[in-house]
Each structure stands twice: as C-alpha cells, then as structure tokens.
C-alpha cells in the first residue's frame, strides 16, 4: 500500500487527517474519490475548505493544485457547497448558516 502524502499535493497533514476517518493508502484514497473522502472528513469534523477540497481533486487526477480555474473551479465550488450543505451544514437554522458563512460558528460538536 502505498501512503497518501505520495499523491502530488497531498502531505503529512492531509494523510494523517484522511487516517483518522479510516481511509489509509494512496489506492484506497483513490477509490473512495475526492467527494466521497472529502465526506469524510467532514462528517468526523474538519473545518470545510473549498481550496483543500479542489486540490484534492486536482491530486486525484495528477494535476498541479493551482490548474483549478475558470469553470472547472466554479464547478467544483458548487460541488462543495452541496456537499458542505450535506455533512458540515446539516441541522443548522438560518441564522446559525448565517453566522457560518462570516467565520463565527463553530463546528459542530
């Protein structure tokens, strides 16, 4: 098995995160897919961050972080967004999503 931070663009930070929520190899990584293991992570917890979330796509695809742009990367954000909505955002009210979007709520517990 090979270890996650041999992906480009992924390091020690990234794989050892990914091993808290189960997934543990380059090849398991690469099965599961970047939305399912951004999932993931956002159901154990991690705060979402849309650049952590494309540059996984992007090392997915063995692409440089930074090849991200115009409709891809608008895509992808509304990729994201979806998938916040469904794991990190779930159960919130109005003002709580609110409060979200500025920075002032704190993952839930």
Not at 59 to 70: F, S, T, V, Y
Not at 76 to 87: N, V
Request: charged letters at 25%.
């Amino acid at each position: 098995m090979t270890a996650i931070s041999s992906i480009r663009n992924l390091g020690p930070a990234m794989e050892t995160a990914f091993q808290k929520v189960g997934i543990t190899s380059a090849e398991e990584l690469r099965r599961i897919g970047a939305d399912a293991a951004y999932a993931r992570l956002l159901a154990a917890g991690n705060k979402p961050h849309f650049i952590g979330y494309y540059v996984l796509h992007m090392a997915l695809q063995g692409r440089p972080w930074n090849d991200c742009k115009g409709a891809e990367k608008q895509a992808l954000r509304k990729s994201f967004d979806a998938l916040k909505a469904q794991s990190f955002d779930h159960g919130r009210s109005e003002l709580e999503d609110f409060l979200n979007r500025i920075g002032v709520v704190a993952p839930p517990s």
